[in-house]
């Protein structure tokens, strides 16, 4: 499954892709900036997010929240996220407003400055306090988003601390660090952008040349710090925090190669025959079988950079230990790591992820999002084509290589919830 | 049976329909049956136990969903077309031939209570299922989640699961959808192949009650100490999917809480800073399902948002909204409409709904027409119609010392308390 694809870039460093598509007349616009909370400095945590917040916040030509007016009035939708690395604003437009978005994305990119006041900060801050509280402060488990990568990354580390940040450090951000950060981050040379769906390549690369050809690029933004990790944890490492949950919940990582490298997908498939979906291990010995777990699942980070994160999620049924919950999965990933892997368990895996590899492809704005990533990450939008390839290179012998290098007790962090009144 | 070819991509989801299984149809006290039935069927059929039915479809590269809404019970897969034929070959077997093995009820009623026990400890769940108990009377249908309490649960056997498979799950009341890369020719032999030999019996309609519970408006408060933040839910009973003014109130919603730029969000979020997100919204169901506004605030604010969210209220349907809203409102719902149909699950819902609520062949071409046909007057009509202040039921989860006293400041009396135990119980 071959998708088209351009890249090239401007004088100013701006990398483009273009990737056209006449199925339906939407076309998606999606621009990653090369920026997330790693590149935050210290007493500024969360601070990324909320300049991503500001950056709704109107531009030279754009009023407040009016970006998000004119798209929806156009019959589009949209928005943005901030990660450990990246940070991405994303709309998906009828075909023919194709010019809105691209100027939108314009015009804060040259200009956010003249359109940040004080009054809009402050109201953004209170967001984004509310946002934490939402997500992470008012819901059981939810502080795992920031204890996991405090536990499996050193405490100088980038990627260590939380990326929605403390109150205490939202409070201390000032409207002139927006101005530095947007001047240090927010430049072409430090983004990649992405056109998917119904457009003619020739008007799009005319448009994004008016639009975005005059700006000038940054002046090198600052290294980021160290992220080069040993390759495993060397150890394991277990902590227990007590919290009124209503049940156990078990967060068990491993350090694997960074996301792309060749071993990679092998650790891909461990996790899928682990935690994916109901004819995993884990569902049918823990949730079926012995009827202790209600939920099991698991995920990679997605990290280039340094060393990737594979986690297995189980949640455990109300009444059962927290102290009984790990060994019932260690043992399981034991098994694995001795190799004790079947073709069929393999096969099973990779048809999934040929599924959802194909099911990506469908929407015009996962597809371009996606193609931001590889221009990003890998320097390559057509990785695209080849993700399927590299699954499918992935033979049972490698899944239990990387089982018994990868996931032995030398390289396991364990982030345990247990039900209970928190100490004082 | 529905057939959408979409060839771009090798992939075709096949959804089954079954009209009249859903949760409205549970009997009273029997509250979350139609949901167990719905997931049982995965769970083993006369040929192969749960696990292997699980491995099987997954083996094939996908997984079927089985649930139950309010209207529906709907089993769903996406996949290669090149694996249809297997797939299908599975689906007859759930669908026709489902066991009901008991040991794997009792793991689902065990499942649903740990769920119960999760949606108890995360107040914005909380708030959701506090609002509906509270807005619904003691003999209506809608006060008790799809998938039940524990109590109601706990009592459900085998013995009802089967009776009400058989009455439910009839070829009158099933239709087979089949979206994407499928020749329509290839698509009726599959259908046919699911639905052959099947008995024709026509079952009864529900009778289930759907009633507001209070005759005024009333504050609530659901106590959950220390709470971070606070979870607002405003609303009442609404009107069913099929009342004529679908249109209008469509619009109307959108410009009062339905999109970013909507007046309740900007209010509450851009302008005020209370809070992440805030936003309204009709619950379509077959029968009046509820109209609510959610939001979940600062808990030191919770009073002033919910005056802000009255105040909104109250002027949308007094002066008649302007020219530039209401053309926000109209475009973004008219543009946006074909960005909603990219993925073949995406089509496959939307077909599923059109057959579910009666809707006309002409519906999907005609939506964008019925939408820009919206005036500022129906606006202001729908909203006087059908927001009804005199009747809103306000419900909060946070902490009862900190939000009590700004609910009672409200005017509406004192807030009546509950614990989330009383949700869980939905008596």
Not at chain 1, 241 to 259: G, H, K, M, Q
Not at chain 1, 386 to 409: H, K
Not at chain 2, 244 to 252: A, K, Q
Request: proline share 6%; charged share 25%.
């Amino acid at each position: 499954m071959d998708i088209p694809i351009r890249a090239y870039s401007l004088a100013n460093g701006l990398r483009v892709t273009l990737s056209p598509d006449h199925t339906a007349p939407i076309v998606a616009v999606n621009l990653w900036y090369h920026v997330g909370s790693a590149n935050e400095r210290p007493g500024r945590t969360g601070f990324a997010h909320l300049f991503e917040h500001m950056l709704f916040q109107g531009s030279a030509h754009v009023g407040a929240n009016e970006h998000f007016e004119l798209i929806q009035r156009a019959g589009g939708t949209l928005n943005g996220s901030t990660w450990l690395d990246r940070t991405n604003y994303f709309e998906t437009v009828p075909a023919h407003h194709l010019g809105l978005a691209l100027w939108l994305e314009a015009d804060r990119m040259a200009n956010l400055l003249p359109a940040m006041t004080e009054d809009k900060f402050r109201t953004q801050r209170d967001v984004v306090k509310n946002e934490r509280r939402w997500s992470v402060d008012n819901r059981p488990y939810g502080t795992w988003w920031e204890r996991l990568p405090a536990l499996v990354f050193p405490a100088d580390h980038p990627f260590h601390h939380s990326l929605i940040g403390s109150m205490e450090d939202l409070d201390a951000a000032s409207l002139d660090d927006v101005a530095d950060f947007f001047r240090t981050f927010y430049t072409p040379d430090n983004a990649v952008l992405t056109v998917v769906g119904d457009f003619a390549e020739a008007e799009a690369v005319h448009l994004i040349e008016e639009y975005f050809g005059a700006i000038p690029p940054g002046n090198a933004k600052p290294p980021l710090g160290h992220t080069e990790l040993p390759d495993t944890f060397g150890t394991w490492r277990r902590v227990t925090v007590t919290e009124d949950v209503p049940s156990p919940r078990l967060f068990l990582a491993f350090r694997i190669p960074p996301f792309g490298s060749p071993e990679w997908y092998a650790g891909a498939v461990c996790g899928a025959v682990l935690g994916l979906r109901r004819g995993c291990r884990l569902h049918r010995a823990l949730v079926r079988e012995k009827q202790m777990a209600s939920d099991v699942t698991a995920f990679t980070y997605d990290l280039v950079k340094g060393r990737d994160l594979l986690v297995l999620d189980v949640t455990a049924r109300p009444g059962v230990e927290a102290a009984d919950l790990e060994p019932e999965v260690t043992h399981h990933v034991d098994r694995l790591a001795d190799g004790d892997i079947s073709d069929v368990e393999v096969a099973r895996a990779l048809a999934q992820i040929e599924t959802d590899l194909l099911a990506s492809l469908e929407s015009a704005q996962v597809r371009a999002d996606r193609l931001s990533m590889f221009a990003t990450y890998f320097d390559d939008p057509a990785r695209i084509n080849t993700e399927a390839d590299r699954f499918r290179a992935v033979t049972t012998a490698s899944v239990a290589a990387f089982a018994n290098r990868f996931m032995r007790r030398d390289n396991r962090t364990s982030l345990i919830f247990a039900p209970g009144t928190p100490p004082a | 049976m529905v057939a959408a070819p979409i060839g771009r991509l090798p992939l075709v989801t096949a959804t089954v329909v079954v009209k009249g299984a859903g949760a409205f149809s549970d009997p009273a006290d029997a509250e979350g049956l139609a949901e167990l039935v719905a997931a049982m069927l995965l769970e083993g059929t006369a040929e192969r136990d749960g696990a292997a039915i699980a491995e099987q479809f997954e083996d094939l590269g996908t997984t079927v969903s089985s649930a139950a809404d309010w209207d529906a019970a709907t089993l769903s897969a996406t996949l290669h077309p090149d694996r249809l034929d297997r797939a299908v070959d599975l689906l007859h077997g759930v669908l026709r031939s489902p066991a009901f093995p008991e040991r794997e009820m009792a793991r689902l009623r065990g499942e649903h209570a740990a769920e119960r026990l999760q949606m108890l400890a995360e107040p914005r769940s909380l708030a959701d299922a506090a609002f509906e108990w509270l807005c619904y009377s003691s003999r209506s249908r809608y006060r008790r989640p799809i998938s039940g309490t524990r109590s109601t649960v706990d009592q459900l056997d085998r013995a009802a699961a089967v009776r009400t498979w058989t009455a439910q799950y009839v070829p009158a009341r099933t239709t087979v959808i089949l979206v994407g890369d499928i020749a329509v020719d290839r698509a009726v032999e599959l259908a046919s192949r699911l639905c052959d030999d099947w008995p024709a019996v026509e079952p009864p309609p529900p009778d289930a009650v759907t009633e507001a519970r209070h005759e005024i408006a009333r504050v609530h408060l659901v106590h959950k100490p220390d709470a971070a933040q606070c979870e607002l839910r405003i609303g009442h009973a609404a009107v069913p999917r099929s009342h004529p003014d679908y249109f209008p109130l469509t619009v109307m919603n959108a410009i009062l809480g339905g999109l970013f730029s909507s007046r309740i969000n900007l209010n509450l979020r851009e302008r005020h800073g209370y809070t992440y997100g805030a936003h309204s919204g009709f619950d379509w169901r077959s029968d009046a399902g509820p109209f609510v506004v959610s939001t979940a605030v600062n808990t030191d604010a919770a009073g002033a948002a919910a005056r802000e969210v009255l105040a909104e209220i109250e002027r949308i349907r007094t002066d008649v909204v302007s020219a530039d809203e209401l053309s926000l409102a109209t475009s973004y719902l008219a543009g946006v409409f074909p960005l909603r149909f990219e993925t073949t699950s995406a089509v496959a819902a939307a077909l599923a709904s059109a057959e579910l609520f009666g809707l006309h062949d002409r519906y999907f071409d005609e939506y964008r027409d019925s939408i820009a046909a919206v005036t500022r007057d129906d606006v202001r009509r729908v909203a006087q119609e059908q927001l009804r202040p005199d009747v809103l039921q306000i419900v909060a989860v946070g902490d009862r010392d900190a939000v009590a006293p700004q609910l009672e400041a409200l005017g509406f009396g004192t807030p009546t308390i509950h614990a989330a135990a009383d949700v869980e119980s939905g008596r």
